[in-house]
């Protein structure tokens, strides 16, 4: 891979990263609730599992994957169920929240690991990355040169673009969330955020293989 192939390469992966979507809208919605420790943990889950994909891809089983309008529906199901179960899942938390004497409202304790597999799910389940990995990753590789090595270097970037994409999306939602000092305003946001998460369930309904 030259240089101006690499630069293409993190241009396209840099905007395609950042653009909106699942991942990104989970990271906000942990950052503002959560804290920054659970953004970290389902960001490291978001990036494991790119790196699963970016591995199929190389393998060619990705392109079976894509090739198969069955099978690509069935991942695809399954990301569009989860997401609608994660809005379900908070617009109920909107009406359980607990309030403690000082005013603090209280959120359901979860260990890291539940948020890195959320993470993780949303990746790999997700058809964005899925779509890049095997149309879009395969045009800036160059078959006159090693191929392992320029693999090795655009997952790497890739994964890099994405965590810290998460990551800052996280953070400046945790900077934001004094607005959720006030248990109404709580409510309303997971109300919101479910009714995102479905919206973006539904939506994911619209990509095609091809």
Request: proline residues 3%; positive net charge; contains cysteine.
């Amino acid at each position: 891979m030259n240089y101006d192939t690499l630069i293409v390469y993190l241009l396209v992966s840099f905007f395609y990263i950042i653009s909106p979507g699942p991942a990104i809208f989970l990271a906000v919605y942990n950052g503002a609730v959560n804290g920054l420790r659970c953004v970290t943990a389902s960001a490291f889950g978001n990036i494991i599992g790119l790196m699963l994909l970016s591995i199929l891809s190389i393998s060619g089983l990705s392109a079976i994957l894509l090739a198969s309008s069955t099978v690509f529906m069935i991942v695809k199901s399954i990301g569009v169920i989860y997401l609608i179960y994660l809005g379900i899942k908070q617009i109920r938390t909107s009406n359980s929240l607990k309030v403690k004497k000082s005013g603090e409202v209280t959120h359901q304790i979860k260990g890291l690991f539940s948020y890195f597999k959320e993470g993780f799910f949303v990746s790999v389940t997700n058809p964005k990355p899925i779509i890049f990995f095997t149309a879009l990753f395969p045009q800036f590789l160059n078959t006159d040169q090693p191929i392992f090595s320029q693999f090795v270097i655009m997952t790497l970037i890739f994964m890099f673009f994405s965590f810290l994409s998460l990551s800052t999306y996280g953070y400046l939602a945790n900077r934001a969330k004094g607005f959720l000092s006030n248990v109404n305003n709580v409510k309303w946001f997971h109300r919101i955020s479910g009714g995102l998460f479905i919206g973006m369930g539904i939506s994911i309904l619209a990509i095609k293989a091809n």
